[in-house]
């Protein structure tokens, strides 16, 4: 099993920034990809960045070139740095971890951006 606790998440005013970090423990595949994915209310999860145990990244579009995913393979911690803060970046942020035959969730953090 791989437990997923986040933390970072918060109330910023537009053009703020934040740090999610995601710190994972357990029985963790040596080869994984770590990501953040947000859901805003009445919309689907969606991905918002993702990297992999080598340092591959991915980003979605929306947030390339504000936000930055990031992760310390010691620690088995992830972060997510976000800059330019926009109010449509108002979400539930989740924390996923997949690797092995695991794929786990974290319990989500709130980031809520006023205009």
């Known amino acids: 099993q791989v437990q997923l606790v986040e933390s970072g998440g918060g109330l910023v005013q537009a053009g703020g920034s934040l740090r999610l970090s995601c710190a994972a423990s357990?029985?963790?595949?040596?080869?994984?990809?770590m990501g953040w994915h947000r859901q805003a209310p009445g919309k689907q999860r969606e991905l918002v960045a993702a990297?992999?145990?080598?340092?591959?990244?991915n980003y979605a579009n929306s947030v390339k070139g504000r936000f930055s995913i990031s992760r310390d393979n010691v620690k088995n911690t992830v972060y997510l740095q976000m800059n330019s803060l926009k109010p449509e970046d108002t979400a539930v942020y989740y924390c996923?971890?997949?690797?092995?035959?695991?794929?786990?969730w974290g319990q989500g953090t709130q980031v809520t951006v006023s205009s």
């Open positions: 996923n971890l997949v690797g092995g035959s695991l794929n786990t």
């Open positions: 357990g029985s963790i595949f040596r080869i994984n990809v």
């Open positions: 990297i992999s145990s080598s340092g591959n990244t």
